[in-house]
C-alpha cells in the first residue's frame, strides 16, 4: 500500500490522518479527493500542501468519471474513505444528502476498488451505527440500530463494504470511530462550538439534561488506530476504535469552560433534539489485540483541544462569521433555549 486515495481528505479527521501518515511513512504519496462541502476546507491541508508525495482532487465521491480519473491518474492501490455528511443535527433537516454520499457514495467508491483490484479498501464509520447502548458495551458482531438518518446512511455503507467482501472478495475493513475531538473540526460539532463559543463568553447550547454519554477520541489517536488496522487487521473484519471510557455532555461543557476560565452559567441548556441517543459506549479490545492503545485520555484530549481552538482563532472565525455557518446555528438552535 504505496499510493492512498484518502476520499474526505479536506475535512477534519481526513485533514489529520493525511498528515499523521505523511510524516510517518517517507515512501507514501497520498492524493486527497474531496467535494469541499461547506466542511471541506483546504487550509486543513497547509501545512503538506508543498509536499511533492501530495496531491489534491476536486471531486465528488459519487462522481464515478471524477473517481476513475483520479484512481487512474495516481495508480491508486489504496481507498480510505473519509468522505461522508456527518453531522446528526443536518441530517434531520436534510436527509436526501446524507443518504446519497454516505450509501450511493461507498457504492461508487467500492465499484472503483473493484474495477483497479485494490489492496485494501478501508471504511471510516461510527459508533452510531449501533445506536443507543444503555448498558454494557458495543462489540464489533452486534446488531445495527441506527436511530438517525446519518447514522442510517453510515450503517448503510458499512453493509455494502460487508456485501463487496463476501460477493467479489473485495479487501475491505471498516472501523467505527467514537466522538473525535481536536484540531481542524468544523465548529458546529459540539466540542469546537462550546469552546469557540466560550472564548467569545456566548452561550453554550446544551442539549437537554446534558447527561448524554460520549467517548471522546483524540483526533490522532483515531488516525494511529485506523494505520494499524490498514496495515495489521483482517480484511472483511470490522474494528472499533475509542478509548473505552465515556464522559457525561454536561462534565465536557464544564471542563471546557474551567480550561478557558468561564463561568459555569455559560451554559445555556435548549430543547433535546429528536431521537438524541443517551449513551454511546464501545469495546476496544479487539483493536487492542493489534498492539493499539490510545494515547490521550479525555482530560489529555480536551486540554489539547481547547489549546488548538486558543492558538488558531483566524482558522475558525473566518467560518463562524460566514452568512452560511450564521444560518445554520439560527436554524438549528432559534427558540430552543428553556
Not at 500542501?49 to 462522481?63: E, K, L, S, T, W
Not at 446524507?98 to 467500492?110: A, H, M, S
Not at 464544564?254 to 464501545?282: E, S
Amino acid at each position: 500500500m504505496k499510493n492512498l486515495l484518502v476520499t474526505g481528505g479536506a475535512g477534519f479527521i481526513g485533514a489529520n490522518f493525511v498528515q499523521y501518515m505523511l510524516e510517518r511513512y517517507a515512501d507514501l504519496t497520498i492524493t486527497v479527493f474531496d467535494k469541499l462541502t461547506y466542511a471541506g476546507n483546504p487550509q486543513n491541508l497547509a501545512p503538506v500542501a508543498d509536499d511533492p508525495r501530495y496531491a489534491f482532487y476536486q471531486g465528488d465521491i459519487c462522481d464515478a468519471e471524477a473517481v476513475d480519473r483520479a484512481m487512474q491518474a495516481r495508480r491508486i492501490d489504496t481507498i480510505v474513505n473519509f468522505a461522508a455528511e456527518t453531522h446528526v443535527d443536518r441530517s434531520l433537516m436534510e436527509p436526501g444528502s446524507f443518504i446519497q454520499t454516505d450509501v450511493y457514495g461507498t457504492f461508487v467508491l467500492l465499484e472503483a476498488a473493484k474495477k483497479y483490484n485494490v489492496e485494501r479498501y478501508h471504511q471510516i464509520s461510527t459508533d452510531e451505527v449501533y445506536g443507543e447502548v444503555m448498558t454494557g458495551r458495543s462489540v464489533e458482531t452486534d446488531t445495527l440500530e441506527p436511530r438517525s438518518p446519518y447514522s442510517a446512511g453510515k450503517a448503510g455503507g458499512d453493509l455494502l463494504c460487508l456485501s463487496y467482501y463476501t460477493s467479489f472478495g473485495l479487501p475491505i475493513t471498516i472501523t467505527r470511530g467514537s466522538n473525535n475531538i481536536g484540531p481542524y473540526q468544523y465548529p458546529e460539532k459540539v466540542v469546537p462550538l462550546f469552546v469557540t463559543n466560550a472564548i467569545d463568553d456566548k452561550p453554550l447550547p446544551l442539549y437537554g439534561d446534558g447527561m448524554q454519554m460520549r467517548d471522546y477520541q483524540y483526533v490522532l489517536d483515531h488516525c494511529a488506530g485506523i494505520d494499524v488496522v490498514l496495515r495489521h487487521g483482517q480484511v472483511g473484519e470490522i474494528y472499533n476504535l475509542g478509548t473505552g471510557a465515556e464522559t457525561p455532555n454536561i462534565v465536557m461543557a464544564k471542563t471546557i469552560l474551567n480550561l478557558l476560565g468561564k463561568p459555569d452559567d455559560l451554559i445555556q441548556p435548549v430543547t433535546d433534539r429528536p431521537g438524541h441517543d443517551r449513551r454511546y459506549a464501545l469495546d476496544v479490545s479487539k483493536i487492542r489485540e493489534l498492539d493499539w492503545e490510545s494515547r490521550y485520555d479525555f482530560s489529555a484530549a480536551i486540554e489539547a483541544t481547547v489549546k488548538w481552538y486558543v492558538d488558531n482563532q483566524a482558522w475558525w472565525r473566518r467560518i463562524k462569521s460566514g452568512e452560511a455557518y450564521q444560518a445554520y446555528y439560527s436554524r438549528n438552535y432559534a427558540g430552543r433555549a428553556v
